[in-house]
Nanobody, 126 residues
Framework: QVQLVESGGGLVQAGDSLRLSCATS????????MGWFRQPPGNEREFVAA????????RYADSVKGRFTISRDNAKKTVYLQMNSLKPEDTAVYYC???????????????????WGKGTLVTVSS
């Protein structure tokens, strides 16, 4: 059974940092593009960050550039999202996702997403 399991969410104050993790199982994701989307309260799900299978290419939403860093450890089958300088507008459920196409550009558009995690809640208080 293919699984993506997010962890690391929680309640923090503005300016704090959090690191989200996405543990994968059930198949080899080493060739997949992987990354994160988020869904703020009352809004649609939006792209946050993506990383290519080799970690040679990363993409970020403009709203998180310079504050968030995505990385992956294929040996540990885990993808990370380091979130610094958090803002109240970063409050959302964060979802891990994988695309067998391997394309971070398509991933950023929400295309060819093959697997989703169930999400982890990040709440940033002002």
């Amino acid at each position: 059974q293919v699984q993506l399991v997010e962890s690391g969410g929680g309640l923090v104050q503005a300016g704090d940092s959090l690191r989200l993790s996405c543990a994968t199982s059930g198949r080899t994701f080493n060739r997949d593009a992987m990354g994160w989307f988020r869904q703020p309260p009352g809004n649609e799900r939006e792209f946050v960050a993506a990383v290519s299978w080799s970690a040679g290419t990363t993409r970020y939403a403009d709203s998180v550039k310079g504050r968030f860093t995505i990385s992956r450890d294929n040996a540990k089958k885990t993808v990370y999202l380091q979130m610094n300088s958090l803002k109240p507008e970063d409050t959302a459920v964060y979802y891990c996702a994988a695309s067998k196409s391997g394309s971070t550009s398509r991933f950023s558009l929400g295309e060819n997403i093959d697997y989703w995690g169930k999400g982890t809640l990040v709440t940033v208080s002002s």
